[in-house]
């Protein structure tokens, strides 16, 4: 795929263009942008500082998350699983997302009347956007999300907390490690898993947001900057609470013949039963790092062309726009010199 794939869509009604054809997936305008820019000197480190970052945070979360269910284990709050664990691992490098799911499909051991599958894998190696065409193409596919859950859960943990977020917002870690897990257990008590209107959903039944559905606010008070500062930190300590939570929810779904996909990480997929594991792999870890700053290359473009006034008869040239755009990226990484 090259830049001719990226062409100009004019939308009268909105008085903008779009520099990408929407019939294209968000996966093929990212590798479309990575096969565009592959020897720009700015994109080449960008990424390389992307895939650093990306592979020490995997880490962060990674040990955090592993402490987080070895303290519920120890606790008594969540049963370890007596079974063997046997994950297939998928080399995706080079493989399409239809092509992931066909790998994906032919290793299935259970039956498609209620069952789970989960898929593992470090950052950007393509988690969401597989779990999300998989469950699409199930006629009975449902996704869960633990991050849902620690969304949720962060939510309340501000709104419990009141008066007192200066002092976490400054202490963190150290504030966080200080609650006792009673005060969680407490707010996972104000979330419920039901069918709304026939379908699965997670609805909130404590504090100021009473009543609202996870469907309905995902995508925007669960996605507010506060909250994602501290999801880290709320999914660390419970981590092992989300599982056992998990563990109920999926088990009502598998009950009433779902095909639940669940996507996340690997040392917390581990604790939930199912023989249908997965694992998506990337053997050239700069890959990481191209598809963030692809993706964050292809927001700043659409950015661009909403807020800046352009003329639809004469638009600039995507390469303008490909320059606008890792500038910005360039200057928000508070580089000053090029590159070498």
């Not at 779009?18 to 990575?34: G, K, Q, V, Y």
């Not at 870690?173 to 039901?194: A, D, M, N, R, V």
């Amino acid at each position: 795929m090259t830049t001719y794939h990226l062409h100009y869509k004019l939308i009268a009604l909105r008085e903008i263009f779009t520099p990408f054809d929407r019939s294209l997936s968000p996966a093929e305008i990212t590798n479309a942008i990575i096969e565009t820019l592959l020897t720009n000197p700015k994109f080449i480190e960008l990424s390389r500082i992307e895939t650093g970052r990306t592979v020490q945070r995997d880490q962060m979360d990674a040990g955090r998350l592993h402490l987080g269910v070895k303290r519920s284990i120890d606790e008594g709050k969540l049963k370890p699983l007596r079974t063997t664990i046997n994950t297939k691992k998928i080399s995706v490098d080079g493989l399409t997302t239809q092509e992931i799911i066909g790998e994906i499909k032919k290793g299935l051991k259970t039956s498609s009347s209620g069952r789970l599958i989960t898929i593992s894998g470090k950052s950007g190696t393509g988690k969401g956007t597989t779990s999300e065409a998989l469950t699409a193409s199930f006629f009975n596919g449902v996704a869960y999300s633990n991050g849902d859950v620690f969304r949720v859960l962060t939510y309340l943990t501000i709104e419990a907390l009141g008066a007192n977020i200066p002092k976490l917002r400054k202490e963190k870690g150290k504030y966080f490690s200080q609650l006792p897990t009673h005060f969680f257990e407490k707010l996972l008590k104000g979330i419920k898993f039901e069918f709304s209107e026939g379908k699965p959903d997670i609805v909130i039944k404590s504090g100021r947001i009473w009543g609202k559905r996870v469907s309905e606010i995902k995508n925007s008070r669960l996605k507010a900057r506060d909250i994602s500062i501290l999801v880290p930190l709320v999914a660390a300590r419970t981590q092992g609470l989300s599982i056992a939570f998990a563990r109920k929810a999926i088990k009502e779904m598998i009950a009433k013949g779902y095909t639940v996909i669940q996507e996340g990480r690997q040392v917390s997929l581990d604790h939930l039963p199912t023989s249908d594991r997965f694992e998506l792999v990337l053997n050239d870890a700069k890959i990481i790092g191209q598809r963030r700053i692809a993706q964050r290359i292809a927001a700043k473009i659409e950015n661009i062309c909403r807020t800046q006034k352009y003329s639809k008869v004469y638009p600039p040239s995507i390469n303008d726009l490909y320059q606008e755009a890792i500038n910005a990226l360039w200057s928000e990484e508070g580089k000053k010199a090029e590159p070498n």
